[in-house]
Nanobody, 115 residues
Framework: QVQLVESGGGLVQAGGSLRLSCAASGSINRFNVMGWYRQAPGKQRELVAAIPSRGITNYADSVKGRFAISRDNAKNTVYLQLNSLKPEDTAVYYC?????????WGQGTQVTVSS
């Protein structure tokens, strides 16, 4: 049984910053990929950033240079630093763990950016 617990999120003005955290617990493979997705109202869920336990990070073009993903393997925790936020970043952000052969999702945390 794997659980993902997210924290962070909230309401911020355009240009502001937020930090999201997601802690995974349970039976977790030594090699896995953790990431963040987001879903805005009326839109499909999309990848924001992903980071493997070893390897190269991956970012959506829309967040490159503004967001930074990192992880603490000892704590099985992934972070997403959101800088220079824009109103179009408003969405529910979901933590994701690719723990082959299974995929897990967090409960989601709301990020709202006011103009």
């Amino acid at each position: 049984q794997v659980q993902l617990v997210e924290s962070g999120g909230g309401l911020v003005q355009a240009g502001g910053s937020l930090r999201l955290s997601c802690a995974a617990s349970g039976s977790i493979n030594r090699f896995n990929v953790m990431g963040w997705y987001r879903q805005a109202p009326g839109k499909q869920r999309e990848l924001v950033a992903a980071i493997p336990s070893r390897g190269i990070t991956n970012y959506a073009d829309s967040v490159k240079g503004r967001f930074a993903i990192s992880r603490d393997n000892a704590k099985n925790t992934v972070y997403l630093q959101l800088n220079s936020l824009k109103p179009e970043d408003t969405a529910v952000y979901y933590c994701n763990l690719n723990n082959l052969p299974n995929l897990y999702w967090g409960q989601g945390t709301q990020v709202t950016v006011s103009s």
